[in-house]
Nanobody, 125 residues
Framework: QVQLVESGGGLVQAGGSLRLSCAASGRTFSSYAMGWFRQAPGKDREFVGAISWSGRSTLYADSVKGRFTISRDNAKNTVYLQMNSLKCEDTGVYYC??????????????????WGQGTQVAVSS
């Protein structure tokens, strides 16, 4: 079993930056691919980005490509989401998720086995 705890959300002005963290419990964190998803009010949850178990491979949604960066520190059992040039449409609850099956970043939420409780990000104009 893996427990995931997100932090770092908050209120920021458009154009600003935030860094989200996701701390994981469990000794096998380094073998999991990790993903970030978000859900805006009234909308479905959507893929933001994902990173392989090694950190060498990443995937991003087109809407965040070039602005967001995922990284991980396996020694600290933590994955990060650096968000720059934030836009109002980035507002939502951000969730991290762990995929214990392949170690390869994937875009579909059904592929992920464990989820955090989410952290709120609000971007004001």
């Amino acid at each position: 079993q893996v427990q995931l705890v997100e932090s770092g959300g908050g209120l920021v002005q458009a154009g600003g930056s935030l860094r989200l963290s996701c701390a994981a419990s469990g000794r096998t964190f380094s073998s999991y691919a990790m993903g970030w998803f978000r859900q805006a009010p009234g909308k479905d949850r959507e893929f933001v980005g994902a990173i392989s178990w090694s950190g060498r491979s990443t995937l991003y949604a087109d809407s965040v490509k070039g602005r967001f960066t995922i990284s991980r520190d396996n020694a600290k059992n933590t994955v990060y989401l650096q968000m720059n040039s934030l836009k109002c449409e980035d507002t939502g609850v951000y969730y991290c998720a762990a995929d214990e099956d392949t170690g390869i970043p994937r875009t579909s939420d059904v592929e992920y086995d464990y989820w955090g409780q989410g952290t709120q990000v609000a971007v004001s104009s």
